[in-house]
T-cell receptor, first 118, second 112 residues
Framework: GAVVSQHPSRVICKSGTSVKIECRSL??????MFWYRQFPKKSLMLMAT?????????EQGVEKDKFLINHASLTLSTLTVTSAHPEDSSFYIC??????????????FGPGTRLTVL | GQQLNQSPQSMFIQEGEDVSMNCTSS?????WLWYKQDPGEGPVLLIA?????ELTSNGRLTAQFGITRKDSFLNISASIPSDVGIYFC????????????FGAGTQVVVTP
């Protein structure tokens, strides 16, 4: 149980285009989803927290107009990187949690999406 | 930013040896989680700890939630080549609104 998927697994796009990444909880309802960014050989950096049906909460320094997050249902959250530039190239990982799934909000991670902006 | 100290940063061990890594925090946590990440993949949950003093095993892995609630360790016994990867600790405090703080990771390399 507690399976999270991400799509696509890897994407290459031209500078200036927008890219949408989907995160789905496959066998549970995710009350909260989190979006992380990871640079090579570094730990995970939280970008934003999203709760179903409400606006995402962004971490300091993360541009909300650049990284649009939508959490339209209890099983789907999307991250859209708008007007992508080469410096946005990174590994993006989502996680999902549900209070009823574990004693506390244990996060289960997706497999990640490798974004390369040319 | 990270508020967890995870050590060691990397370990090079021979197959069959035991591995030990730990994390310490300046704040009290309600939850300690240990994840393993393979290259190009997302972190996979290994062990979750919810009570101070709790000792939990998952196969050859054992982790403990420190009594002070500010530390945790992970042990891997009799390492095998597939144990290679980066291990992250993560903790959650009462005022974190479900957010996790991550350690910097411990890279484990197992040689035959």
């Amino acid at each position: 149980g507690a399976v999270v998927s991400q799509h696509p697994s890897r994407v290459i796009c031209k500078s200036g285009t927008s890219v949408k990444i989907e995160c789905r909880s496959l066998d549970f309802q995710a009350t909260t989803m989190f979006w992380y960014r990871q640079f090579p050989k570094k730990s995970l950096m939280l970008m934003a927290t999203s709760n179903e049906g409400s606006k995402a909460t962004y971490e300091q320094g993360v541009e909300k107009d650049k990284f649009l997050i939508n959490h339209a249902s209890l099983t789907l959250s999307t991250l859209t990187v708008t007007s992508a530039h080469p410096e946005d190239s990174s590994f993006y990982i989502c996680s999902a949690s549900h209070l009823g799934l574990a004693p506390t909000d244990t996060q289960y991670f997706g497999p990640g999406t490798r974004l390369t902006v040319l | 930013g990270q508020q967890l100290n995870q050590s060691p940063q990397s370990m090079f061990i021979q197959e069959g040896e035991d591995v030990s890594m730990n994390c310490t925090s300046s704040s009290i946590f309600n939850t300690w989680l240990w994840y393993k990440q393979d290259p190009g993949e997302g972190p996979v949950l290994l062990i979750a700890l919810y009570k101070a003093g709790e000792l939990t095993s998952n196969g050859r892995l054992t982790a403990q939630f420190g009594i002070t609630r500010k530390d945790s360790f992970l042990n891997i016994s009799a390492s095998i080549p597939s144990d290679v990867g980066i291990y992250f600790c993560a903790g959650q405090s009462t005022d974190s609104w479900g957010k996790l703080q991550f350690g910097a990771g411990t890279q484990v390399v197992v040689t035959p």
